[in-house]
């Protein structure tokens, strides 16, 4: 037998195909069974919408289904959670769509989520040991708010049912709890660093991507927001436009209600912008990092410039002091922020910046313009302040109930005011008022305070800080405008409170594990 031979008759024999095993058999067989049945429904589906309902609104479904199931690993998760939450508070235009579909009240998007997500927190920690309950800092101020806006219904419910305004506060009260609910469901939902990260840099960006395409809006008179979502199977809640042009002047006010509340909306995330300018994990490099994120807290200005609002420029006014006053050192960056924004605001809009600072700084013609109008639609605020003092005294204390107050449409009974305290003192008296300042106060004497304590993390000193100056911003505006009656500002005030509370209870919370460690270890 030849050498070849024999090493051909000792290698093994070529290796037989196996046959997979039972149970990848029958995963085989169950994936293609889903696939089938599928594919059946859709069919069904699109052939029902095709026969019976629109077809456009029926297409839209189909593929909003079809991109949830492809990116279900990303949507149906908390990071997804808080990102389609920033997205529908910032982008969606507010209070202008609903969905189609039949419920006792309006379903505007911001509304489902929010009922969703809420139902979401709730299963998970019932049935999830990983997600747990997370403190809620300033719970109690917004429990305070909540419960004197019940008081003032509970206490007017005769003349409440008498002039068949009972319904209408009942749905102001749902209306607030779930606005509420939104300081609820950001705080479970950020159970990590990284979930805060997020937040953060969407609601940022997405203030940005708001400035930029309100800018646009000011120069082309043309809404880009609601052209957008014109196209989409929505229900149009409102056929009339905000005010283009007032006194000349064309103003932009993109995703929101009215060109002041886009200002004040802009004015409160200009701080995270600032934040993020220092403490963003991207860009990787402090020069780069800094570049970008005042860039888009420049974009951010140059929106709310587009609004041409008072409002603002008395807010940032009183932003700055504040900041000074709490952190001396910030000045000279702060100089330099501020003539960068200076240069870039003359350059856009040189005209309407110094017609704004003129009139700031002509108190006389000022207090004259809000004298206008005395008893008309669109009086001054200070017209409105005598005679809405007047009515305050029939019922001081818990003033005519929550929701009793109309000012649009066919069963108007009031005007608007712009001047949310003012507005609280009429539905829900001095007790309503106090809850309100509670709600803005509370918060930003505990982040101020966090903010200058010595030892705590730079980042979490500096988000505190951040968060306070948004809502002193956001409770000088309410001077000047009805600020709980525009959606978009004060679900942003809870989305924001939210961070101040991870700001704030992060170090607590770690507290237990830290302890139980320390009693695991054997003293030696």
Known sequence: MTTEQTTQS?????????????????????????????????????????LFADPLTVGALVAIVALLYIFRAVVFS?????????????????????????????????????????????????????????????????????ATQLVSIGTNVPGLVASQLAPNAVISLVSLLIICSVFLVTRQIIQSRAL????????????????ALATIERVTRVNLFLDFFALLPLQRLSQEESVFVK?????????????????????????????????????????????????????????????????????IAVMIVFVVVIRPAIVPRLLLYGLLASAASLAISARNVIGMITELLNPQALIES??????????GRLADLGPSLEQAAFSPLFGTGLG????????????????????????????????????????????AAFAKRAGA?????????????????????????????????????FLLLALGSWAIGAGRERAPVERAILRMRVPT
Not at 24 to 48: C, F, H, P, Q
Not at 196 to 211: E, K, M, P, Q, R
């Open 10 to 50: 000792t290698e093994a024999p070529p290796a037989q195909p196996q046959a997979p095993p039972a149970h990848a058999r029958g995963i085989g067989r169950e994936a293609r069974l889903r696939a089938v049945l599928g594919t059946g429904l859709l069919v069904l589906a699109v052939g029902a919408g095709i």
């Open 78 to 146: 908390w990071s997804g959670a808080a990102v389609a939450l920033v997205f529908v508070v910032c982008l969606v235009p507010a209070r202008r769509y609903t969905l189609p579909i039949s419920l006792p009240f309006a379903a505007d998007p911001y509304r489902i989520l929010v009922l969703l997500l809420l139902a979401t927190v709730v299963g998970a920690l019932l049935i999830d040991p990983k997600f747990r309950w997370r403190q809620l800092e300033f719970g109690a101020p917004v429990g305070v708010f909540l």
């Open 196 to 211: 805060l990260d997020l937040t953060i840099v969407t609601l940022v960006l997405s203030g940005a991507f708001v400035g």
């Open 247 to 315: 006194a000349g002047t064309a103003r932009a006010f993109a995703s929101a209600q009215h060109p002041i509340a886009l200002a004040v909306f802009l004015v409160m995330l200009i701080p995270l912008g600032v934040y993020l300018a220092r403490h963003a994990t991207w860009p990787r490099r402090p020069g780069p990092r800094e570049l970008f994120w005042i860039g888009c807290t420049m974009i951010m200005v140059l929106g709310t410039l587009a609004a041409v609002s008072r409002t603002a420029f008395v807010s």
């Open 370 to 379: 809000q004298m206008s109008s005395p008893g008309w639609t669109g009086s």
């Open 404 to 447: 009793s107050r109309v000012t649009i449409g066919p069963s108007a009974n009031a005007f608007i005011l712009d001047d949310q305290y003012l507005t609280t003192l009429l539905e829900s008296g001095i007790v309503g008022v106090v809850g309100l300042v509670l709600l803005l106060v509370v918060p930003i004497g505990r982040l």
């Open 457 to 493: 993390p730079d980042d979490r000193r500096d988000l505190a800080l951040a968060v306070a100056t948004a809502f002193i911003g956001y409770g000088v505006a309410l001077a000047f405008f009805d600020g709980l009656s525009f959606i978009q500002t004060v679900l942003t005030f």
